[in-house]
């Protein structure tokens, strides 16, 4: 804590965290070296449309050659240090953001680290997704093996894609080629068979890390084991799926994008067809509740533009419209523009009232 101080002297640093706000200029330690020595997680967010999350895992829970797999590019990368590998995400938008909370954002993004540690690969195929569609992967490329459950996001992972700006057509077509999450139940019943074939002094060992709280890593590591073996046996029974194209995700996802557009615009016309149909019942209503006074409305029109006040202009039009319609429905449209002429020569030394007859239309 006394090392990071001397970065900044507004910071809030806790025993767990730093966390800072930069109006002017920015941080000045270096986020690969204090990663490496002393945080798990890191969250860089700014107002221009920058975002950055770094997450640290020890190299037992997550291998550097599977973590490349998924990301080798600028906008998702791997890479290891010591014990560690240090996973990068970044999204640019050069639209820029208008709220910056980027305390909000780490705490709904943290549990990505814990579901990769269980060996959930997701978030890493959600980061080569972000390379896929910032143009750093070749068309021809094929993806990476779909990990399960893409269709089935946990809050966390909604959170990752919202914040590296996902184009959700495209995950929504990469998910096509997911297997749903197992069974709870199933494979309890799974963990349990393998578990009896285990050494027992394999499991004492385990249990009593487990219960003494010393280290939770081996624990972690026997589960990732037990799911990397049961995918390896899946992968031997199951036919898998052909790897798509980036030039097909895109084009499907295009497509898709396209037929929301479509749907959407659809279901627009028909709301705003249904409103203007409501409108068209309620004007019709109005116009029988007033038509036996029209000539009398004559007489208030002459009377508010006399006044010669804004706002009576403005009732004079509202009321000269009303009679405009009730003419057209009368099939004597001729007679009311004549009227309308005769009260717009009567009044052309009122350039406002005239004005406001040119702005409805009459």
Request: some cysteine.
């Amino acid at each position: 804590m006394r090392d990071l101080r001397s970065y900044s002297t507004r910071a809030r640093i806790t025993p767990t965290s730093f966390i800072n706000d930069y109006s002017w200029g920015d941080f000045k330690g270096n986020t690969d070296a204090w990663m490496e020595k002393y945080f798990d997680a890191f969250l860089y967010f700014a107002n221009w449309g920058t975002h950055e999350l770094k997450l640290r895992l020890p190299s037992c829970l997550l291998d550097l050659e599977t973590a490349q797999i998924y990301c080798s590019g600028e906008q998702a990368f791997a890479r290891k240090k010591g014990g560690n590998v240090v996973i990068t995400f970044v999204s640019d938008d050069e639209g820029g953001d208008e709220e910056v909370d980027g305390e909000n954002w780490l705490s709904s993004l943290i549990s990505v680290r814990a579901e990769l540690a269980r060996g959930d690969l997701r978030c890493l195929y959600i980061g080569w997704l972000q390379s896929v569609q910032t143009g750093e992967v070749d068309d021809e490329e094929n993806e990476p093996p779909v990990p399960p459950g893409l269709g089935q996001l946990s809050a966390s992972l909604e959170s990752l894609a919202d914040f590296l700006r996902i184009d959700p057509s495209l995950l929504h077509v990469a998910a096509q080629a997911s297997r749903p999450l197992g069974d709870v139940g199933q494979k309890q019943e799974e963990i349990g068979k393998w578990v009896a074939k285990l050494q027992t002094d394999e499991k004492d060992d385990v249990l009593v890390r487990l219960i003494a709280g010393e280290d939770l890593v081996p624990v972690t590591e026997l589960r990732n084991r037990f799911f990397r073996e049961s995918k390896q046996k899946a992968e031997r029974n199951e036919k898998q799926p052909r790897r798509r194209t980036v030039a097909e995700l895109l084009r499907a996802a295009e497509e898709l994008a396209d037929e929301k557009r479509r749907i959407a615009s659809e279901k627009a016309a028909k709301e705003k067809a249904r409103r203007e149909e409501e409108a068209a019942i309620l004007r019709a209503k109005y116009l029988d509740k007033i038509a036996k006074r029209e000539s009398e409305l004559w007489g208030e029109v002459e009377k508010l533009i006399s006044s010669k006040q804004p706002k009576s202009y403005d009732t004079a039009v509202k009321l000269l419209m009303d009679l405009r319609d009730l003419a057209s429905r009368k099939g004597k449209i001729d007679e009311f523009l004549a009227r309308l002429d005769a009260i717009r020569v009567a009044h052309e030394r009122k350039p406002s009232f005239i004005e406001r007859l040119r702005k409805a239309g009459l």
